[in-house]
């Protein structure tokens, strides 16, 4: 008989052992499951600067395609399988597109842009109704992008002042921390026809699945097949919007910490 645990994936595996923070505890349950993709994984939960993003980058194959009115990249057998998915919806008279230029890979600088938007907005909404004083905002300010992640979590768990696009969740849920990002990895994509459910079937044949919660029209390369996913330490989780149910593939925290569920390493002496 088979060991189940043998098949969990190593990568998410040593990922969850390496987490030794609140944030990376927190940024993997959100964004981990990219570490069980069959293409390549990125090295770290949050990468800390545009330098160690350009040299995991540089060391990929890569390639482009154009994705309705905007050229993606991606890493190359991802593209590949998003592009077989597309050229199957348009057998079928639908079609798959980019929901924006930046809808596939993208820079840390980019990610860095997306995040200051949404903190600077924060800083000055929860100020203007003095819920935060101006010098506490400005020390926030004055951090770079990647040591601003823990202080805003942190108000938003403690204090319950939110930065997200609508200040009523998570910034978490509207823009990845600076250097977590799967775009970073260029192995999600954003998909301008996220509500057709014939969309969701076709891209899961070809590895593709949502993974990041309520994150409706970010889908990841994962490579592996869908009744594969819980075996490799992955879970199910279901979000309902309006009338319908979306499956987002999330890292199985409880079990991939389990250590009696990590692979026994058996002693050279009792082979
Ligand atoms: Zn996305």
Known sequence: MTNPNTLMNSSLLAIAASINSPVEARLFAEY????????????????????QVEEFQSSLSLGRAVFGDHEIQLQAVALRALSAAASEIADRGGSLTARAADAGGRTYTDTVRLWTRNVTRGLEHWESLDQ?????????????????IAPILE?????????GTFFDRSILYSVAAPGASQHLSMLAFDVAEYLDCEVDRVLARYGWYRTVPNDLPHFTYLGHDLGAL??????????????????FWTPNIDRLLDSSERPQVIPVSSL
């Not at 108000?155 to 930065?163: A, R």
């Open 32 to 51: 981990g499951a990219v570490f069980a993709t069959t293409a390549a994984a990125p090295p770290a939960i949050i990468f800390d600067s545009a330098d």
């Open 155 to 163: 108000v938003e768990e403690k204090e319950q002042l939110f930065f």
């Open 132 to 148: 935060i004083t101006p010098e506490r905002a400005q020390s926030i300010r004055e951090l770079v992008a990647v040591e601003q």
């Open 230 to 247: 819980p075996g490799i330490g992955l879970r199910r989780i279901e979000g309902k919007h309006g009338e319908r149910v979306y499956d």
